[in-house]
């Protein structure tokens, strides 16, 4: 079933990314034309994935951990659960098997989601980024609100289109630029990210997206869901506004071929650089490894990540790939 998108409960004002139908990035560019789509659709040269490639990890995480602490779960593809002053809280969490407006077609896992849907602590809040369906998975988030008492926070538009799915999700539609406080000495801040947003045919830019600036206790965590790199003045603009950063999420994926990907999507010399540019002491590495949505060979980002820390005189141990239930604590 293809969800309608319906207006979002609170009407955007007229922005410098609002021009009263679509959102827009002033520093970025126009979307691809269909030309393009359909040119990226036939042109060849993907790589061939491996129909399953399983993670040798599968996390059960604990209820809670206190504010001194920071604990990051790779639940896969762009999917994590951040755990911090007593709050659990998923990144744009997708634990369905496809990544596609139907059950039956489109990108299709490779492996499991590394927390069993089962083995998740009580969720407080979610953070989706934007409304594209490895992103925004309002089959996941319906489940979710069954399960949990959690809040959902998104860009503007994207809480109707949850809603639209399932009246019970929690969805809260906020700018760029707005704070919402999720706990003590919690809040989170969504900011700009050169990106774009669609989930069928006529519904460009018709909701927005956004990157987070989550501030705890232990620390600022940027967590960048899909971005272009541009100019980078998008990361250093992060740093200037919420740091000092202790560490960015950042994706490494779905890059090739660079003439349709790179305006919307990094590679990852430009995840180093955005890394730089951020200020931030520690990355985490993601939107890999899940879902073939690029044309490069699974193991690709990886490689090419290490091969750019190198280049850039910076350890392995601060920018590390995780497989699917892999931690990483600070």
Known sequence: MIEALKAPTRVP???DHFDGKRFF???????????DVVRWLVSGGKAKWPKWSPSPTSARPPARVDDRHLRFTFVGHASWLVQTAGLNILIDPVWSRR??????????????????FDDLPKIDAALVSHGHYDHLDVVTLSGLSSAHPMRTITPLGNDAVMRGYDPAIR???????????????????LTKARHLSRRGLFDLNKTLWASFALKTPAGTIHIVADSGYGSGAHFRDARAAHGPIKLVILPIGCYEPRWFMRDQHMNPDEAVRAFLDCGAEFALAHHHGTFQLGHEPIDAPAAALVAALRAADIAADRFPVLRPGEVFEL
């Open 13 to 15: 004002a007229l922005s």
């Open 25 to 35: 990035d002033a520093d970025g560019v126009a979307p691809k034309t269909m030309r």
């Open 99 to 116: 990544a596609s407006p139907v059950s039956f077609a489109g990108p299709k896992r490779v492996n499991d989601p590394g927390i069993a």
């Open 171 to 189: 969805a809260e539609g906020y700018d760029w630029g707005q704070t919402v406080a999720l706990g003590p000495g919690v809040a989170v801040t």
